[in-house]
């Protein structure tokens, strides 16, 4: 039983809650089942789902952990739309609620999809701080005695917006490059990589605009922006692609210019 | 045909770029005048006669810059870039990544061969 | 069954573990170290911590004013050779961090800000407006994935550690996506899996938080230390538990009761100046009084006070503590700028878990924790905000740094035995897979034990609840031998890892029962109401249980004193 | 209208571990209405295309002569032309419009040392060039000004 700050309390309401269930040992094609679930008032999606496994259910799978949407496990497509469950107040739906995997993933089992695809694209991007010269003589970069870089808190923002990505792959299912070329590196991967080009710190961008001109190039991107519109950390995942398609162009332009030698070598 | 166009996608995104926004810009204008109100009569095509017509097509800043020319280049240009660039991206979002790499390569020598003969037309003033 | 070997077997994909696994493949570019979670490495509880992590930086600070800091915070328990250690090691790691690309927030000359937290009598605790743990993990993970000789085992379940005559060799782990068993074998095993705060009912800690690690060295016969010591973070949302940090009050916010008092001030509760950034365990219970004493507010999820930042202003709320005004409103549909966030004090942290030395290494060779996992005891009886994110990282590295070394030096034992400890390991889960005729349901039980942990084991606690608590739980864990499971299938059985980690629960909890039962003083987090006064005489030593199938036999170790001598904790 | 999403999109490197060719569900991502606002945007691809070349085949005419010219002009007030550059007016002022709603969001935070404008900015700009240009345009084309 909830209730509103003032205190009266809200009667929990029967809703019904449609889950896709899939077993690769015993489906064939993944199917629905509906639940009869009595929701609160302040429920969140993921707490229905939750109902589910605990008092109804037990062989439901889903994958959750935080339930403050910091650690991106709980993302589902509710009533078509890819959402983090733990966010998504019941409120917001009527008595019917269709809980389905995120698109554009290979389904594992139940709600739970597979990762690899998403993990591999992640680690192309060579998400990590590059430096052309090694620690030792890189000293001078370094804030006197503290051994931390110098940057300024503009600099922090150029990138801060793309690194708030919590990998919960809500924009991978709502992109329509994604559901239709594979090998395209997708939303959260570029804007991952465009963080670290922004970075002040780091001296990867060559090796990484190399990357995004490659397989799974930026430029399949067809701005449809939904990417951002789902992005429950408003970090607006298609402007960083469009600016990594920007970059893109003027390393692209420089090199035909003055033919740069080759920066591969340091990992 | 898909990794050559991987390589150039740079420059066929930059051509997109200028067609949806400087093409749109001139177009506008243009399919105004000479598409909807002079044929509807509301604006006299005669204000658009041939003399008109070369006179403006030919008009230059001091005698230098073929200011009229460059405007109708990019006007008949620039719109066949992004045209071609938004087609093959629709074929892409309704399952077309397989073939992209042949249709791409087909919409862009439309776009080329359209180019060339909107630059000759332009130049042959 | 598949056998994979490596150098090392890292178990926990978080702050810690990732460290670990840097600092391994760092410095043996040809050892291949095996990093095991039972998530993927992004989705560690790490990623929810939000104050900041501490670690020396201002030229108004020193090493020792950090160090005594920590031992007072412990109510001087904290083993003071530890304490110096971690003092002398935290700057080195954060810059280390830093130079990974974590975003700190930054002061006017570019250098990392700091911030002031509770106990800290100087601003040290490095921040990244409130998401330190998330951007933490994140800079960890994404680093760690430019080392190849790091193999991942994403999603596997860690349920046996696999002990070759006293040594420890490596872990039985179930693939969670396939249902089967695999060996991954190495001549080390470091535990990085972070707490238990799942075993108490209102808690900040997430579903995997079900002290896997712990229960895996205790039942290898590995003691627990200083288990009893279980921190209440003052701040949490009613409800949902979920974490408001401590930050807020860094900044400046105040507590205020029923009647709008500042209660920390206009009464004495111990923390003198302090008020709002006193220790946690101080605030916790300051709240509780308050709430006792009828000054607390009521609401659908029980007692609870205010967090009034209305006076920082939108600007250094939203510059400041974004996330905290995110979390406010999504969950409890208040705007920080205009009301006071309703916050009660939440099971936040576990000071005790398995007992290690400085090094990192337990009483088992080749056995190896760090992290909340793991009990070095720096932390001692009461942990100071902003201290564990540094413990992962400097004590993540020294038992990687000591790991590796001792594989180097050591054999690799016969695969024969490892393979026929996890063909039993697996035959004994597979009985437990849809198991119908069991006649215990796991819900049911969580909420038992859950509900045990709470009457007994609170911010308050005395010797009646204690005892009651422990014949409570011992009664649990028979009943959990015995559960029901519906869901028999091979790919993704969540039911039966809920299972697993219910038991591990079970374990865990009993072993904090029975050393809280065993500690008649208050010290730190372990208040007694019964026992009102620190006895250092009698209880100046860590509390080690052992595993006995009748139940966790208790044992002392010394701590270890050095240059602060105990005194009485006054702020 | 569209196929099954792609039956392997975002597949793993190496075959899922527990089935050859694991099931998806099929996305209907195109029918909502921010989609179908996209896909209509892409649409006009096709009025771009056809309308580049019909300026084409008139400044052709234009470079053969007077006769030519008159004829092409003729030409337009078909009403299949007419309609056809109605509605690619209303597709440019549609491209435009959403257009220049995005085009904020894509700049870089910093072109070497200059700091593009803040978004509202920008987005006011586009609007006064657009508007700027087609009215001067206009007005030239009708003979008004020059």
């Given at each position: 039983m909830s209730s509103t700050n003032t205190g009266e309390a809200i009667p929990p309401t029967q809703k019904t809650i449609i889950i896709t269930r899939f077993d690769p040992d015993k489906d064939e094609v993944p199917r629905k089942q509906e639940y009869s679930v009595p929701c609160e008032?302040?429920?969140?999606?993921?707490?229905?789902?939750?109902?589910?496994?605990?008092?109804?259910?037990?062989?439901?799978?889903?994958?959750?952990?935080?339930?403050?949407?910091?650690?991106?496990?709980?993302?589902?497509?509710?009533?078509?739309?890819?959402?983090?469950?733990?966010?998504?107040?019941?409120?917001?739906?009527?008595?019917?609620?269709?809980?389905?995997?995120?698109?554009?993933?290979p389904i594992v089992r139940d709600l739970v999809v597979e990762l690899d695809g998403f993990m591999h694209k992640f680690e192309a991007v060579k998400p990590w701080i590059k430096r052309a010269k090694e620690k030792a003589e890189d000293k001078a970069a370094l804030h006197d005695t503290k051994l931390t870089f110098s940057q300024s808190?503009?600099?922090?923002?150029?990138?801060?917006?793309?690194?708030?990505?919590?990998?919960?792959?809500?924009?991978?299912?709502?992109?329509?490059?994604?559901?239709?070329?594979?090998?395209?590196?997708?939303?959260?991967?570029?804007?991952?990589?465009h963080r670290y080009n922004m970075d002040s710190r780091d001296e990867g961008n060559a090796e990484r605009n190399e990357i995004f001109r490659g397989e799974g190039t930026v430029f399949s991107c067809s701005f449809a922006n939904e990417c951002s519109e789902v992005c429950p950390k408003n970090v607006d995942p298609a402007a960083a692609v469009n600016q990594a398609k920007f970059e893109a162009v003027i390393d692209w332009a420089k090199g035909l210019v003055l033919p740069s030698p080759s920066s591969g070598g340091s990992n | 045909m898909k990794t050559l166009l991987l390589k150039l996608e740079p420059l066929i995104w930059f051509m997109f770029g200028q067609g949806i926004l400087i093409g749109t810009i001139l177009l506008t204008g243009w399919i105004l005048v000479v598409g909807v109100l002079m044929p509807l009569g509301i604006v006299d095509p005669a204000n658009l006669d041939y003399m008109r017509a070369r006179e403006l097509a030919t008009a230059s800043l001091f005698g230098v810059i073929p200011l009229g020319q460059l405007i109708l280049a990019a006007l008949l240009v620039l719109p066949l870039w992004k045209g071609a660039h938004h087609i093959r991206s629709l074929l892409v979002d309704f399952g077309g990544g397989e073939r992209d790499g042949i249709v791409g390569g087909l919409l862009y020598l439309v776009a080329i061969v359209g180019s060339g003969m909107g630059i000759a037309a332009v130049v042959g003033l | 069954m598949e056998i994979t070997r490596h150098d090392i077997v890292i178990v926990g994909g978080g702050g810690a573990g990732l460290r670990a696994a840097i600092e391994a493949a760092e410095n043996n570019p040809t050892a291949s170290i095996a990093l095991v979670s039972k998530v993927y490495p992004m989705r560690s509880h790490t990623v929810s911590a939000e104050g900041g992590a501490a670690a020396v930086a201002r030229e108004d600070d020193s090493l020792e004013l950090h160090g005594f800091d920590t031992v007072k915070g412990s109510d001087f328990l904290g083993d003071q050779d530890a304490i110096q250690y971690f003092v002398q090691e935290a700057p080195k790691e954060l810059a280390l961090l830093e130079n990974w690309g974590c975003p700190f927030s930054r002061n006017e000359d570019g250098s990392v800000a700091t911030r002031a937290f509770g106990g800290m009598t100087t601003k040290r605790t490095w921040y990244a407006t409130d998401k330190i743990g998330f951007h933490m993990l994140h800079a960890l993970f994404q680093q760690s994935m430019?080392?190849?000789?790091?193999?991942?085992?994403?999603?596997?379940?860690?349920?046996?550690?696999?002990?070759?005559?006293?040594?420890?060799?490596?872990?039985?782990?179930?693939?969670?996506?396939?249902?089967?068993?695999?060996?991954?074998?190495?001549?080390?095993?470091?535990?990085?899996?972070?707490?238990?705060g799942k075993i108490f009912p209102f808690t900040t800690n997430g579903t995997i938080k079900t002290g896997d690690g712990m229960a895996l060295a205790y039942r290898a016969g590995v003691p627990l230390k200083d288990m009893e010591f279980v921190q209440y973070h003052p701040t949490g949302l009613p409800g949902t538990g979920i974490l408001i940090t401590e930050a807020t009050r860094g900044e400046g916010g105040y507590l205020r009761n029923s009647k709008g008092e500042r209660f920390l001030v206009d009464y004495d509760y111990g923390v003198g100046n302090k008020a709002e950034l006193g220790p946690r365990d101080m605030i916790s219970?300051?709240?509780?009084?308050?709430?006792?004493?009828?000054?607390?507010?009521?609401?659908?999820?029980?007692?609870?006070?205010?967090?009034?930042?209305?006076?920082?202003?939108?600007?250094?709320?939203?510059?400041?503590?974004?996330?905290?005004r995110e979390l406010a409103k999504t969950y409890v549909g208040v705007d920080p700028v205009t009301d006071p966030i309703p916050i009660r004090p939440v099971v936040h942290y576990m000071m005790g878990g398995v007992d290690t030395d400085i090094h990192g290494a337990t009483e088992m060779p080749g056995l190896y924790a760090a992290g909340e996992t793991a009990c070095v005891s720096i932390n001692g009886a009461n942990r100071l905000g902003s201290n564990s994110l540094t413990e992962c990282l400097v004590f993540g590295a020294a038992a990687a740094r000591h790991a590796m070394e001792f594989s180097q030096g050591s054999s690799n034992g016969s695969d024969a035995a490892l393979l026929a400890q996890v063909e039993e390991e697996a035959g004994r889960?597979?009985?437990?897979?849809?198991?119908?005729?069991?006649?215990?349901?796991?819900?049911?039980?969580?909420?038992?034990?859950?509900?045990?942990?709470?009457?007994?084991?609170?911010?308050?606690?005395?010797?009646?609840?204690?005892?009651?608590?422990?014949?409570?739980?011992?009664?649990?864990?028979?009943?959990?031998?015995?559960?029901?499971?519906?869901?028999?299938?091979?790919?993704?059985?969540?039911?039966?890892?809920?299972?697993?980690?219910?038991?591990?629960?079970?374990?865990?909890?009993?072993?904090?029962?029975?050393?809280?039962?065993?500690?008649?003083?208050?010290?730190?987090?372990?208040?007694?109401?019964?026992?009102?006064?620190?006895?250092?005489?009698?209880?100046?030593?860590?509390?080690?249980?052992?595993?006995?199938?009748?139940?966790?036999?208790?044992?002392?170790?010394?701590?270890?004193?050095?240059?602060?001598?105990?005194?009485?904790?006054?702020? | 209208?569209?196929?099954?999403?792609?039956?392997?999109?975002?597949?793993?490197?190496?075959?899922?571990?527990?089935?050859?060719?694991?099931?998806?569900?099929?996305?209907?991502?195109?029918?909502?209405?921010?989609?179908?606002?996209?896909?209509?945007?892409?649409a006009t691809g096709i009025i771009y295309l056809l309308v580049g070349f019909v300026a084409i085949r008139m400044i052709r005419a234009l470079a053969d002569g007077p006769v030519a010219w008159q004829a092409a002009m003729q030409s337009l007030e078909n009403p299949m032309y007419i309609g056809f550059h109605v509605l690619s007016l209303i597709s440019v002022i549609f491209v435009a419009v959403r257009f220049f709603r995005l085009f904020p969001k894509a700049q870089p935070p910093s072109i070497g040392p200059l700091k593009p404008p803040p978004g509202p900015v920008i987005h006011a700009a586009l609007y006064v060039v657009w508007i700027g240009v087609t009215a001067v345009m206009s007005l030239a084309l009708a003979g008004v000004i020059f």
């Open positions: 008032d302040n429920w969140k999606v993921l707490d229905a789902v939750n109902f589910i496994k605990d008092e109804l259910d037990a062989t439901v799978s889903y994958r959750w952990s935080c339930r403050m949407a910091v650690c991106g496990s709980c993302g589902m497509m509710v009533n078509g739309e890819p959402k983090l469950t733990c966010k998504t107040s019941l409120k917001e739906y009527g008595d019917r609620v269709d809980i389905e995997p995120l698109a554009n993933f808190t503009e600099e922090l923002g150029n990138f801060k917006q793309f690194s708030m990505c919590i990998n919960c792959m809500l924009c991978y299912s709502a992109c329509p490059v994604v559901a239709n070329e594979p090998d395209f590196l997708g939303p959260a991967a570029i804007a991952l990589g | - | 430019r080392y190849k000789n790091i193999v991942r085992y994403d999603e596997f379940f860690v349920s046996k550690l696999l002990v070759d005559d006293g040594v420890c060799r490596g872990v039985a782990a179930l693939d969670i996506r396939t249902g089967e068993y695999e060996a991954i074998v190495g001549r080390a095993v470091i535990l990085t899996t972070g707490g238990g219970r300051a709240i509780v009084q308050e709430i006792e004493a009828g000054r607390g507010l009521s609401g659908p999820y029980g007692e609870y006070v205010h967090l009034d930042l209305t006076h920082l202003g939108a600007d250094t709320i939203n510059a400041k503590l974004p996330f905290v889960v597979e009985n437990l897979r849809g198991r119908k005729k069991g006649g215990e349901k796991i819900s049911e039980i969580r909420r038992e034990l859950n509900a045990v942990m709470e009457t007994g084991y609170g911010v308050y606690r005395q010797q009646d609840t204690m005892q009651a608590g422990v014949g409570a739980v011992a009664q649990l864990r028979g009943r959990v031998a015995d559960l029901r499971l519906e869901d028999d299938s091979k790919v993704f059985n969540t039911e039966l890892i809920t299972a697993l980690e219910l038991t591990n629960m079970v374990e865990v909890a009993e072993v904090l029962a029975v050393s809280a039962a065993h500690r008649k003083e208050s010290r730190g987090a372990h208040t007694c109401r019964d026992f009102t006064t620190r006895d250092d005489e009698n209880y100046l030593y860590h509390t080690m249980a052992n595993h006995d199938p009748a139940g966790p036999r208790l044992g002392k170790k010394d701590v270890v004193l050095g240059k602060w001598e105990p005194e009485e904790r006054k702020y | 209208m569209a196929g099954p999403a792609h039956p392997h999109s975002m597949a793993p490197p190496k075959p899922a571990r527990t089935r050859a060719a694991p099931p998806q569900m099929p996305s209907t991502w195109w029918n909502t209405p921010r989609m179908r606002t996209y896909l209509l945007f892409d």
